[in-house]
């Protein structure tokens, strides 16, 4: 079965320093894995997903991540954080099949500090 | 956030009351999902239809009641709720592709329901 795990449920960075958001996932196929930002009081929205293409990907305000099949690792990064970026953070796979599931991590809550 | 639209954004209802989620997405999607968010759990699929029918009910009980009568809009209609039920209801839509496609997920804003 899938799966994903967030290894921080809250991390903390001061603005202007780089941002890593853990996460590890659990699939038997070549997964397709998200990452979604959720503000307070918002819905979800989409920053970045991998599908098998280039192992970085790119997303929306400056993250990106790294898929790693030997750590089966998807880690978020971006180099400096804005205060703007404090929100939480979801990793997701894909369960394929039929229709597609999404299976969700935890999440990760980032503050950002002056 | 307006390809999926959710109404209301807040509801605060008894549990002897019947109330109704709306969801609707404007960006031609083929499939549509209901959501739970409650504190510290992570997000629970409860509904999906694609193609307006049915293909998943997670287990979810009867005093939810999802309702999708075209491809643009999603009801969650609610009756005798607990206040266990009292969460964030999220509501999404896809188009579900050809074999091998990966879908991406669009989120409404969400409601936030109280039940007391």
């Known amino acids: 079965a899938q799966s994903v795990t967030q290894l921080d449920s809250h991390v903390s960075v001061s603005e202007g320093t780089p941002v890593l958001l853990r996460c590890n996932y659990s699939?038997?196929?070549?997964?397709?894995l998200f990452w979604y930002v959720q503000h307070p009081n918002k819905g979800l929205q989409l920053l970045l997903k991998?599908?098998?293409?280039?192992?970085l990907v790119k997303g929306i305000n400056g993250f990106e991540a790294e898929f790693k099949k030997s750590e089966t690792s998807f880690h978020l990064t971006k180099p400096s954080a804005h205060m703007s970026d404090a929100a939480e953070y979801f990793c997701?796979?894909?369960?394929?099949?039929?229709?597609?599931?999404?299976?969700f991590g935890a999440g990760t809550r980032l503050a950002v500090h002056p | 956030e307006t390809g999926v639209t959710q109404t209301p954004r807040h509801l605060v209802m008894g549990m002897t009351n019947k109330k109704s989620l709306k969801c609707e997405q404007h960006?031609?999607?083929?499939?549509m999902y209901w959501y739970k968010q409650s504190a510290k759990k992570p997000l629970e699929l409860m509904f999906v239809?694609?193609?307006?029918?049915?293909?998943e009910n997670n287990s979810v009980p009867s005093r939810f009641s999802p309702e999708c009568p075209n491809s643009s809009h999603l009801f969650l209609h609610l009756h005798t709720l607990q206040p266990e039920d009292s969460a964030l209801y999220l509501c999404?839509?896809?188009?579900?592709?050809?074999?091998?496609?990966?879908?991406?997920?669009?989120f409404g804003p969400g409601t936030r329901l109280t039940v007391l």
């Open positions: 239809y694609s193609l307006e029918e049915r293909v």
């Open positions: 960006l031609g999607h083929n499939a």
């Open positions: 999404a839509s896809s188009q579900v592709m050809q074999a091998g496609g990966t879908d991406t997920q669009y």
């Open positions: 991998y599908t098998s293409a280039a192992t």
């Open positions: 699939s038997s196929y070549s997964p397709s």
């Open positions: 997701v796979v894909l369960r394929s099949g039929g229709y597609n599931k999404l299976i």
